[in-house]
């Protein structure tokens, strides 16, 4: 599957972003597929998962204010982040795994999106 992701931008903390990522293929809902970040100078790490059934995961640092979702229909994944704060500041990529579970593990992932740049400025 190929992904493609669009969303991002410049924010004041305190505001919102939505990131989309489409998936080209037949077989989206096969799919488990997790959002990750990377700042500047830090490695990547897990934003949240959602499984083939829709259950999902959140890491600690954005549980409550980023929430993902899936409309297979649409083979799109998304990332709603609110009360964006400038540690949420990092290039946010989009990824798919084959399999049903989400995992926090980017080496699990094997079909990026490209990164896409978040900045919350204070």
């Known amino acids: 599957v190929q992904l493609q992701a669009s969303g991002g931008g410049l924010v004041q903390a305190g505001g919102s972003l939505r990131f989309s990522c489409a998936a080209s293929?037949?077989?989206?809902?096969?799919?488990?597929l997790g959002w990750f970040r990377q700042a500047p100078g830090q490695e990547r790490e897990v934003v949240a998962g959602?499984?083939?059934?829709?259950?999902?995961y959140h890491a600690e640092a954005v549980k409550g204010r980023f929430t993902i979702s899936r409309d297979n229909a649409k083979n799109t994944v998304y990332l709603q982040m609110n009360s964006l704060k400038p540690e949420d500041t990092a290039v946010y990529y989009c990824?798919?795994?084959?399999?049903?579970?989400?995992?926090?593990?980017?080496?699990?992932?094997?079909?990026w999106g490209q990164g896409t740049l978040v900045t919350v400025s204070s």
């Open positions: 990824a798919a795994k084959l399999g049903p579970y989400a995992t926090t593990r980017s080496f699990d992932y094997n079909s």
């Open positions: 293929g037949r077989t989206f809902s096969s799919y488990a």
């Open positions: 959602i499984s083939t059934r829709s259950y999902t």
